[in-house]
């Protein structure tokens, strides 16, 4: 949280609590200037404050959906530190290859646990596959199915929108069924 977003809260908190009236006399006139007087919760503006300056770590997906996982379980974070390689990605990211757990790792997730997190975005990725046959407009390549079942397949496009979210993938996507695409060389990264 920055010191703006804890600004709104605490604006968001206030309550009206009276009016008070201002009285300047001049030589010849009275003024009166009424002013609303707020109030926001001492507890309110607490919180607030210890929040600042507290940046929610990024986490990969993987160790975000284990951590909402362990939660739904009633773990206490001692035991979700404990138990890191009870699934096998969250123990390959937080142990290095000699089974020493990295520290860095460790901290984020206790921070994840404590603090909140934010999820890391994937890099996305075109593919095209070259076709020496193929004419000048076409272009063979991976593409999201239009069903929603999140398929990739391979297909051939007039001119592809490469803009288009169909035809960014992750990493994983590409890899799950056109590992070899992948090996090739055949994604690029979009920027």
């Not at 379980?73 to 937080?94: C, F, I, N, P, T």
């Not at 095209?128 to 239009?146: G, H, M, S, Y």
Request: aromatic share 10%.
């Amino acid at each position: 949280m920055n010191k703006q977003e804890a600004i709104e809260i605490i604006e968001q908190d206030k309550i009206q609590v009276g009016r008070l009236v201002e009285t300047n006399s001049g030589a010849h006139s009275i003024q009166q200037k009424v002013k609303s007087v707020d109030y926001v919760p001492l507890e309110i503006v607490v919180n607030t404050i210890d929040k600042i300056g507290l940046k929610k770590v990024v986490v990969p997906k993987y160790v975000a959906e284990w951590i909402e996982e362990c939660k739904r379980s009633g773990w206490h974070l001692e035991k979700v530190l404990y138990r890191l390689d009870d699934d096998e990605k969250v123990g390959d990211w937080a142990y290095d290859e000699n089974d020493d757990l990295i520290p860095e790792n460790v901290d984020m997730i206790a921070r994840a646990w404590l603090d909140g997190y934010e999820i890391e975005q994937e890099k996305l990725y075109t593919v095209e596959i070259p076709n020496p046959n193929a004419n000048k407009w076409n272009a063979t390549v991976l593409k999201r199915r239009d069903n929603n079942d999140n398929a990739i397949e391979l297909c051939v496009y007039v001119r592809p929108d490469f803009s288009d979210s169909d035809f960014q993938l992750t990493e994983s996507e590409i890899k799950q069924d056109f590992e070899w695409a992948w090996d090739a060389g055949f994604a690029k990264e979009v920027e």
